[in-house]
């Protein structure tokens, strides 16, 4: 088969690679029909994380080519959702809901696992793992959300979970990217009554809007904090959703948090430092983390299959296999928030 | 009146500071009974924390001797405990149940407000602020208990509830000063079915199997952090609990936290680094802070006045005002888990 290989900074190929095939009887080959570049990709893209020289991408949907003995939910011919990681269910983090964090899971797409960024991968424990969808026929833009929830979708939830935002609350969401973007749509699902995105992007802007949020705050860093703070007469937002991964985001998310709030962070961290001392004296929690993708994927899904939510809108940029190295310059110039690979046919 | 004042580091002196009086209609006056030294307070003590010069103190409690016209709930004669902040009850952060981060409150013993290591207190916000204790004839073991509500006791307190303690959990809590040991108090009372207490001092193990610890770690650093370890078959505890406020006990906590789980930190943050990666990478939350004292002593109340908790056994050193500065000595030089001062009549 034929996907797409990391060989050092700024150097993605396409390359070919043994076909998968089921290794343990808890295995699956899936044939991968939409991939796509995460914004976390671009760290190892740019030099500034290490990574595994070899396959790439944790974001994939696709069908069932073969399953192993042991596989039970999960069949030959199904289009199902792989989440970042793959996990066993079983573990005592996966049953705790944990999943990305389970004791014998790991990443798509690094330490030699295949990645979602080619035509087939073996999927560890595919029952653990894997997540049918229901229904056929899918439109285009249907299946693009249904690859969100891989990751990005699923990621921008975990933010706004994190932050606790319920019913009624005030939310800010720092980053336009697409995890930020998405973080719009979560926080919108679960109820908020006003949703600060801060983007200056006014493409980036306008699908902030379309996505729920109500107010936009281009300014950055001490004046976006001060915008922030006269929108809420002084008292900060409800729940802060961090969603970029730099000291300059988590600083301003943190600046922004009303009293007794938590920050949301689902941003990979570079150079961050939490500010203890808000966390101490101004009563300010911090959680987020790598999403539990798997957990979160069957509750988000009904929105996604039924139109309710299309968070597929976060893809501006559309490529094959073949343009792996522009899906990722794409998005590295800022030029795209996410890249689609249409790498497979969707019919079985 | 009398009362003790920082002139500078291992400098507090009893001097004498105008009688309070009630300057505004909504203060109280609150003759002292029973005050205390606080952890927090030896930061400055020491030098490590700057203090103004005057007043001291934040733990006490003691008889109301005036009230101004429009106090409500408080009376004269009323035996009152107060909070280490003084709140207004009525500005957003408090509705909210952040009592400690009042708009309009502010510290007793700070900027020139009268400490409670003094003979008298004028207390503003006296309906916001101060909690009457019901019953009458209290025995001296339960007026200390009385006391650690003003602070201590609600710490440790906060520190499991931000922790997410609840019936089942396994708990571990690092530091054995006195909220450390208040918090295997609240640990225990919420339900903990395990308690691993962090602490090398044969005493401090005692009192904290006697709050309720389950397990005594004696190790330190990296060493209890493998103890836990193998304590929780590798997974780590449902709640860590960080009641010291230094790097080495935060590293510590984060470290033995399970996956998922939160770390309760309430110690008064010096050259504390929050391990980002750790937060991202094994979803691992911080929470914690100034206990909202105000809004915990209503909820712990009973509890002390019947009997069924009794953390004024963290009191092992008693003098009155004119020992002062022995109270601040026995606990800097770690000879008192807290010092106790008898300052004035418990009788109305």
Known sequence: MRAAAFLGPHHIEVADRPDPTVAAPTDAVVRVVLG???GSDLWYY???????LGPIGHEFIGVVEQVGPEVRGIGTGDLVIAPLTYSDGTCVHCQAGWTSNCANGGSFGNHGIDGGQGESVRVPFADGTLVRVPGSGHSDETMGSLLTLSDVMCTGHHAAMSAGVKPGSVVAVVGDG???????IAACRLGAARIIALSRNPARQQLARSFGATDIVAERGEAAIE???EMTD?????AAVECVGTGESMATAFAIARIGSIVGAVGAPHGVEVPIDTVIFRNIGLRGGVAPVRRYIPELLDD????????????????DLDGIGEAYAAMDERRAIKSLLRIGAKEV
């Open 36 to 38: 796509c570049v995460c």
């Open 46 to 52: 740019r030099g500034e994380s290490p990574h595994a």
């Open 178 to 184: 697409a995890v930020g973007l998405c973080a719009i």
């Open 227 to 229: 915008a922030i703070k």
């Open 234 to 238: 002084g008292i900060g937002v409800d």
């Open 304 to 319: 996604v299959v039924e139109g309710r939510i299309n968070p597929g809108r976060v893809f501006d940029f559309e490529t």
